[in-house]
């Protein structure tokens, strides 16, 4: 198709936007230069399509699985693409941590919660950046999503947990403190219903009518990752509408680097290889609007002693922080509040220069769930003396003794009088030997930016308007988390809209 010169602009649109990448318009105003609906900017439409759904959904995690089974309980026809061999994304590594407000487990153990408070942790934490509307959607409906996922029949631990920038303890342990738990049930639902997972899968671009409407996708089918140039092209029609639901790009090295030059190739991530930025850089060839993709959070539990996400973590974020202290190896004193929210304490360990140390007794480690594994691996080390635990990460002995014994002092009096910090309601004196320890130190953890969205999870263009027939949810939406997003958020966040933007490309809205 042959385009037109634009003489007061000198390009087309389509050839701005394909110069620019799509992300330099983020600067622009979306008013006059796409008054009217946005064109196809990617793929061309093709002569023939070879398979036709109501619904085609792009990722086979939390937010992508429940779009699939809401779109084809709504009577559509639905199909999952995912890139990857095998499915799950990040969802099926993920923690298993869920936050819900206001539920049954925190009324049996007597804490008092409420959408209303999450939000305000949530805004708190995201410095106020959130995008409120989709944050208050999300709160007001944690109750609800989590106990969606108990009717796929996911199981969950009977205490809730607390973690770090949370008011009080409110996020729901799947019962094997996995994400996989759930995952596995939304797999089988799907199955039931009749909707097949694709993988190796592999999204090249989407494809818009005239109008400006998400018409289907042009894929590779057969792709081997990380090879373009495997696979066989093929082109899928979307009656009623595509979701979006690829992830974020925590392993897109290229991609973030732009966003955050810091973050090069020294700096490790807890995502699986395949999180990476093709889907969302098409969305925004596609002319959605980016919002907040430089903020990029790192996790402060993880360890150096360890590729990606490991296993030490569950030592740090069920021990460590909650039971336990965090202390600078250097001067063996505590230096932030080890349930402050992720980027607070990862910004912390980061200006130390050298990674922190984490210690519990015997009593704080009795909800790690995987000790003998992280003992077995050396990633968490067992001691039956401080001093023993001291000489070992070379702490000066007798200024780490000092902060435990006041930190016991605190947990007698009731408060944190030095940084704050909740006190949960069984802690009890670093006491009881033996003691464990592990060493913290971040890596890239969830991309907070990504896509304009609105509350029906319509990706909204640059010109203020939906995009007819596409839909996002998950991690590839930007806004619901602003700069920081809360642990056991993510989980609540692809649940509540993944099953929105089911709902919506079904009754194509």
């Not at 596409?470 to 988390?481: R, S, T, W």
Request: with cysteine; hydrophobic share 40%; glycine share 12%.
């Amino acid at each position: 198709m042959k385009e037109k010169f634009d003489v007061k602009n000198g390009l087309t649109r389509r050839g701005f936007i394909k110069t620019t990448g799509g992300v330099a318009l983020a600067g622009m105003a979306a008013g006059s230069l796409f008054a009217g609906p946005l064109k196809a900017f990617g793929a061309e439409m093709p002569e023939k399509w070879d398979e036709e759904f109501d619904v085609i959904v792009v990722g086979s995690g939390f937010a992508g699985l429940a779009a699939a089974i809401e779109a084809k309980q709504a009577g559509s026809s639905a199909v999952v693409l995912e890139k990857m061999r095998v499915p799950g994304g990040n969802s099926i590594i993920n923690g298993g941590v869920f936050a819900v407000a206001g539920s049954p487990k925190q009324e049996a153990e007597g804490i008092k919660d409420s959408p209303e408070l999450l939000l305000e942790d949530m805004l708190k934490a995201g410095l106020y950046l959130n995008h409120v509307e989709l944050a208050k959607t999300i709160a007001e409906k944690s109750r609800e999503a989590v106990q969606w996922t108990e009717s796929l029949g996911v199981q969950y631990k009977d205490r809730v947990t607390h973690l770090g920038g949370h008011s009080v303890p409110r996020s729901y342990s799947t019962h094997n403190s996995s994400g996989s738990a759930i995952v596995t049930k939304q797999l089988d639902k799907v199955k039931e219903l009749g909707v097949d997972v694709r993988t190796q899968s592999y999204v090249m671009s989407i494809i818009q009518d005239k109008e400006g409407r998400a018409a289907g996708l042009k894929i590779k089918e057969g792709y081997r990752f990380p090879d373009e140039s495997t696979g066989t092209v093929k082109y899928l029609k979307a009656n009623k509408g595509v979701v979006l639901a690829s992830g974020g790009f925590g392993r897109d090295l290229y991609f973030r680097t732009i966003q955050d030059p810091k973050l090069t190739e020294n700096v490790d991530s807890t995502n699986q290889p395949g999180a990476t930025a093709e889907v969302l850089m098409d969305a925004l060839r596609s002319g959605a609007t980016p919002v907040q993709i430089s903020w990029i959070q790192l996790g402060p539990w993880t360890s150096p002693d360890e590729k990606g996400m490991g296993i030490g973590y569950v030592f740090n974020a069920m021990a460590g922080f909650v039971y336990g202290v965090m202390v600078d190896p250097e001067t063996g004193k505590r230096f932030i509040n080890e349930l402050a929210d992720r980027k607070i304490r990862a910004d912390a360990i980061i200006r130390l220069g050298h990674p922190a140390v984490t210690i519990a007794d015997s009593q704080g480690v009795r909800r790690v769930h995987n000790l003998d594994r992280a003992l077995e691996k050396g990633v968490v080390k067992k001691f039956d003396t401080l001093d023993a635990l001291a000489a070992e990460y070379n702490i000066p002995p007798e200024p780490l003794k000092e902060t435990i014994n006041a930190w016991n002092r605190y947990i007698k009096q009731g408060q944190d009088r030095e940084y704050g910090r909740y006190l949960q309601t069984d802690s009890e004196a670093i006491a009881n030997p033996p003691y464990y320890a592990c060493r913290a130190w971040p890596k890239v953890h969830h991309t907070m930016g990504g896509i304009q969205i609105n509350n029906k999870a319509q990706v909204i263009g640059l010109d203020k308007k939906p995009i007819p027939g596409l839909y996002a949810a998950g991690e590839i939406a930007g806004g619901v988390h602003g700069a920081v997003r809360l642990g056991s958020c993510a989980v609540l966040d692809c649940i509540v809209f993944g099953r929105t933007a089911g709902q919506s490309a079904a009754a194509k809205v």
